[in-house]
């Protein structure tokens, strides 16, 4: 359950999301963990401060990041896109081989990460294994606008998901998302979403 | 309500969306009524087919654009970015102009046409206004992805509260988002969404 938004921020939107039904999936999405050299992974991990981190969003970043110091949180590293042997078992466990087409899996990419930097997400998660507890520091791009200057509920929506999702142990598909949009926010704000 | 899905097609997404309280507003998204020599709109309507269609998706726009032949249905058109003068609109009602940075608002685009042609969001909305429906025809690109192969669950949710917001008469921010997300669906298929 969505805890508490926007401690201590500029951002002032107050959402509430409720994830139901996490499927059966004990799948790891950490690095890969067999690589071959033919592989096309792009390992560069997106989670980290980039020039267009406003002031709030690094000292933000900067603060969970001391908290991991001893081992009670941990930022979740994040990727453009999966290693190939994580895509071979998310074939095996769940798609159909007639509606996946080789070529134009090896083009996709995390939805989330799929912008230029400052255009559109710019996130990190932090999670408290103890206290199964996860923060989603996030910082809205221009790319992500609904109504002139504001961010769109979509992009707002795909946030709370990824957020809740990353609350389990691994790779999970939402089964219902239900979202009370407390107040809008402009995409040039930042966010902070707790969950438990 | 949505009413069904997937209909005649090779899409497995039973969605369920409720929308609650729709705002005051009604300002009307269709082409900028007042146009000035400065501004920097662009006027490309994106909601029509382009080559990364699939055969299944450009045939169900014919269809649909058959029954707008005689004024019962009409297709809306879908713009990257608003124009100057629908943004100070925009500003006057709902911004803080402190949060409105000026040149960053120059560069905003619609979240769902920030991808190019057949990666991300290919949709176009019908609209009945007489039976107060919408459809939606939508194709989800390899940059959708959640778990490899399959869209992303926050994808499909803006999907729907776009295609949801058309119901109404103009403009709308979602107050209250519920999906129920019935089975996955690969980002390489098409969906058929029916609102009313």
Redesign the interface.
């Known amino acids: 359950m969505l805890r508490s938004c926007t401690a201590g921020l500029?951002s002032i939107w107050a959402l509430r999301g409720r994830r139901e039904g996490a499927p059966r999936l004990s799948m790891d999405l950490q690095p890969a963990r067999r690589l071959f050299s033919t592989e096309k992974v792009i390992h560069k991990d997106w989670a980290l401060p980039n020039p267009s981190w406003s002031k709030d969003l690094k000292l933000l970043f900067d603060q969970f990041m001391k908290k991991c110091e001893d081992g009670s949180w941990e930022r979740l590293p994040s990727y453009k896109r999966?290693s190939t042997q994580?895509?071979e078992d998310?074939?095996t466990y769940?798609?159909?081989p007639k509606?996946?087409?080789e070529e134009?899996?090896s083009?996709?990419?995390?939805?989330?990460r799929?912008?230029e930097d400052g255009?559109?997400f710019e996130y990190v998660i932090f999670k408290n294994n103890d206290e199964k507890r996860t923060v989603c520091l996030f910082q809205g791009g221009?790319?992500?606008?609904?109504?002139?200057?504001?961010l769109?509920?979509?992009?707002m929506?795909?946030?709370i998901?990824?957020a809740l999702g990353s609350c389990t142990g691994g790779?999970v598909?939402?089964?219902?998302?239900?979202?009370?949009?407390k107040r809008?926010t402009?995409?040039?704000?930042d966010c902070q979403e707790k969950y438990q």
Chains 1, 2 share one sequence.
């Open positions: 500029r999966t994580e895509s998310f074939k769940f798609l159909d509606l996946v087409e134009r899996l083009q996709a990419q995390l939805f989330t799929g912008f255009l559109g221009p790319y992500l606008q609904g109504v002139p200057g504001l769109h509920g979509g992009a929506a795909t946030m998901d990824i790779a598909m939402t089964a219902n998302l239900n979202i009370n949009f809008s402009s995409w040039n704000q």
